[in-house]
């Protein structure tokens, strides 16, 4: 069973360009995750949804960053325009459900560097 | 607010030896917590879970154990391996209707020949 895939892998922009991650779940997953990776500290929730439905964006930095979920399956993250700041690891995860005693599976990340 | 804290934040071992990840929380109320393994350049794989009512669960080398009421949870690494060198993040969810996961910062562990 393929996992959660994300592209790109990797992304070099310049500040103040936009940027676009995409995140394909583990198949009949309903509920995607978007986290944010600083070098050495944990990932930090920027939004979930359960299906097409944003549940959870409370951190979501909505001056610059956007998300969808179209149809409830794939999803993009999007930074317009992005900053220093931004650069990070970007990483996506699905479960079954919502409760926390479902499992999250992660894909491999988008690092970005902002120059 | 909930907080998740561990230690050490980085660790060397020699390959072989054994070594134990601390993990306090704050957090509330406590549904479960997870210990995840995240090597380089890839996203956190799950290694256990536990609830309230279990105190230890292990997974081939990995030992985990829980004492909900000090709100702490350690990670022993039985015989280490080359292949156990990663970074270990303890993650502790939420009982009720918010699911927020809450994540440690994670321990560096790297292991020598």
């Known amino acids: 069973e393929a996992g959660v895939v994300q592209s790109p892998r990797y992304k070099i922009i310049e500040k103040k360009q936009p940027v676009a991650f995409w995140c394909n779940p583990i198949s009949g997953h309903n509920t995607l995750y978007w986290y944010l990776q600083n070098l050495g500290q944990g990932p930090e929730l920027l939004i979930r949804?359960?299906?097409?439905?944003?549940?959870?964006d409370s951190q979501l930095p909505k001056d610059r960053f956007s998300a969808e979920r179209l149809k409830g399956v794939d999803s993009t993250l999007k930074i317009q325009p992005a900053e220093l700041g931004d650069s990070a690891v970007y990483l996506c995860?699905?479960?079954?459900?919502?409760?926390?005693?479902?499992?999250?599976?992660f894909g491999p990340g988008t690092r970005l560097t902002v120059l | 607010k909930n907080q998740v804290e561990q230690s050490p934040q980085s660790l060397i071992i020699l390959e072989g030896k054994n070594c134990t990840l601390q993990?306090?929380?704050?957090?509330?109320?406590?549904?479960?917590l997870r210990w995840y393994k995240q090597d380089t350049g890839r996203g956190p794989v799950s290694l256990t879970i536990m609830t309230f009512s279990e105190n230890t669960k292990s997974n081939g080398r990995y030992t985990a154990t829980l004492d909900a009421d000090t709100k702490q949870s350690s990670l022993h690494i039985t015989a280490s391996q080359l292949s156990d060198s990663a970074s270990y993040i303890c993650?502790?969810?939420?009982?009720?209707?918010?699911?927020?996961?809450?994540f440690g910062r994670g321990t560096s562990l790297i292991v020598h020949p």
């Open positions: 949804y359960e299906n097409e439905e944003a549940v959870d």
């Open positions: 993990c306090n929380y704050t957090v509330s109320p406590f549904s479960n």
């Open positions: 995860a699905s479960s079954l459900g919502q409760g926390g005693h479902n499992e999250q599976f």
């Open positions: 993650v502790v969810s939420t009982s009720g209707g918010s699911y927020i996961p809450t």
